[in-house]
């Protein structure tokens, strides 16, 4: 049975920090395609990050590139995402999700439950 678990989230003010983990069971994270993805109220799901099965390329949407960093650790079976420089259009549901493939697909083969994330002062 395969489980993502996500943690880490939380309320932060802007320009504030949070880190993610993704915790799996079930499968082996190098095997796959690891992302992170984003549902905000009333707005549709927008893939966030991913980091590439195998090689751990890393890939990020426009507007978080610099301030997020997503990252493996093997030993730990556990994928995160640093959030930097928090802004409250990133307040959202963060998901992670897991695809055999070598990148993340926009229908992954599993999701996370989500772990909410809320930047406001």
């Known amino acids: 049975q395969v489980q993502l678990v996500e943690s880490g989230g939380g309320l932060v003010q802007p320009g504030g920090s949070l880190k993610l983990s993704c915790a799996a069971s079930g499968l082996t994270l190098d095997y796959y395609a690891i992302g992170w993805s984003r549902q905000a109220p009333g707005k549709e799901r927008e893939g966030v990050s991913c980091?590439?099965?195998?090689?751990?390329?890393?890939y990020y949407v426009d507007s978080v590139k610099g301030r997020f960093t997503i990252s493996r650790d093997n030993a730990k079976n556990t994928v995160y995402l640093q959030m930097n420089s928090l802004k409250p259009e990133d307040t959202a549901v963060y998901y992670c999700?897991?695809?055999?493939?070598?990148?993340?697909?926009?229908?992954?083969?599993?999701w996370g439950q989500g772990t909410q994330v809320t930047v406001s002062s």
């Open positions: 980091i590439s099965r195998g090689d751990g390329t890393t």
């Open positions: 999700t897991a695809d055999s493939g070598y990148v993340c697909l926009t229908t992954p083969d599993y």
